[in-house]
């Protein structure tokens, strides 16, 4: 980072698994091929995007997710190594780079981003291992900026 300047570098990062837009969504997320954090190979990767399209206005943020919320359901080991293996590869690229310091994420991008800052701070709280990400900001795609 140009600190004088106020300018950063940014190293991208995504997701490992391809979709497809949702019909009538192609133009909104731009030219493909579109990438996933988690593989939606056994389910539909924009249901959640479809729901919230037909959710009526005037909801607040905390009534929305609770019409998202599912009581009762186990997360499955499937699901959980799928996770741990983005996340994984997240830490990785943040790891590879000494000068990555902030990290910025939009939809799944900022849930794994969300997840970085608050593993990295169980690091720190349990293994006094320093915190690498300083900044962080939701924006349309993860990206890690490089000091």
Not at 32 to 60: C, H, I, M, W
Not at 108 to 120: N, S, V, W
């Amino acid at each position: 980072m140009d600190k004088e300047r106020g300018l950063a570098t940014f190293r991208y990062t995504q997701g490992a698994h391809e979709v497809d837009p949702p019909a009538g969504w192609e133009h909104y997320f731009g030219a493909r091929p579109f990438y996933r954090f988690l593989n939606s190979e056994d389910g539909d990767a924009f249901e959640a995007l479809r729901r919230v399209k037909q959710l009526p206005r005037g909801l607040t943020p905390e009534e929305t997710l609770r019409l998202f919320q599912e009581k009762d359901k186990k997360i499955s080991e499937d699901f959980k190594t799928m996770l741990r293996e983005a996340l994984d590869g997240v830490h990785k690229t943040i790891e590879e780079d000494p000068e990555i310091d902030a990290i910025l994420g939009y939809s799944e991008g900022a849930m794994m981003a969300a997840t970085i800052l608050y593993e990295q701070n169980e690091r720190w709280l349990k293994h006094n291992i320093p915190r690498r990400i300083k900044v962080a900001h939701a924006t349309r795609q993860i990206s890690i900026v490089q000091s």
